[in-house]
């Protein structure tokens, strides 16, 4: 009896606490509702799920499109590596150093008329050609050069010629990166430039002021000597 009547006496209390534990739990439901919305409606937007509008995207697609982007560019990235590996290989026996000498072996002519070319690939292996022009006609002679060297006797402008087109190989230019200096540096810097400036005008000003006590000392000497003279 006494568990009924104090229940009886609280029922009020009761019937409160379990009304707004149901509020709780309908605001629960509805949160819960409202965000499974949301996230559904952005799953749907990714996905280009019941798409509205032409301009959303399907962000599936668009995966799929650059991943397949990507692997013919990687395709394409290892097919220009060897094409270019071979132009490296080929390239090696073109012909790329030339050195050229001109020469008069002639006393009565003149104007360096006689000529020896050298054309060589990157391991010095190619041909020099020397012309020589005299008043009885034009003859070219060849010969070939391998490793920088040739089986055939050399003339000393032939030799000149295969000298110069070694040192005339291809260099690749190097870019210079210029790096920033710290913060630190650049205002030491900017410190160091503002007290030699002061320093520069400090000695202008003194040499101004040895040059104005010189004048005075100038005039000081001279005023006596006229009163003297007068």
């Known amino acids: 009896m006494s568990d009924g009547s104090f229940f009886a006496q609280n029922l009020d209390l009761w019937i409160s606490i379990i009304l707004t534990l149901v509020v709780a739990l309908i605001i629960l439901v509805i949160v819960d509702i409202y965000n499974n919305k949301k996230l559904k409606s952005r799953y749907e937007m990714f996905m280009g799920i019941n798409r509205k509008r032409k301009t959303d995207v399907n962000m599936e697609k668009l995966l799929i499109e650059c991943v397949a982007k990507a692997e013919s560019i990687d395709d394409k990235y290892t097919k220009i590596l060897e094409i270019v590996q071979d132009m490296q290989k080929n390239m090696q026996y073109c012909c790329q150093k030339v050195g050229i000498v001109r020469y008069n072996p002639f006393e009565e002519m003149g104007g360096n008329l006689c000529f020896a070319v050298a054309i060589l690939d990157a391991e010095n292996t190619?041909?020099?050609?020397?012309?020589?022009?005299?008043?009885?006609?034009?003859?070219?002679?060849a010969k070939p050069v391998e490793l920088g060297v040739s089986t055939y006797i050399l003339s000393k402008e032939e030799q000149e010629a295969i000298d110069k087109a070694k040192n005339n190989a291809y260099q690749a230019v190097k870019k210079t990166v210029t790096v920033k200096e710290p913060a630190k540096t650049l205002r030491a810097k900017k410190k160091k430039?503002?007290?030699?400036?002061?320093?520069?005008?400090?000695?202008?000003?003194k040499k101004a002021a040895v040059q104005t006590r010189r004048k005075r000392t100038v005039k000081n000497t001279k005023r006596p000597v006229d009163k003297d003279s007068k």
Do not use: L, M, Q
């Open 126 to 141: 190619g041909i020099v050609i020397n012309g020589i022009h005299s008043r009885t006609g034009t003859f070219t002679y």
């Open 193 to 205: 430039e503002k007290e030699e400036a002061r320093k520069e005008k400090i000695d202008i000003y």
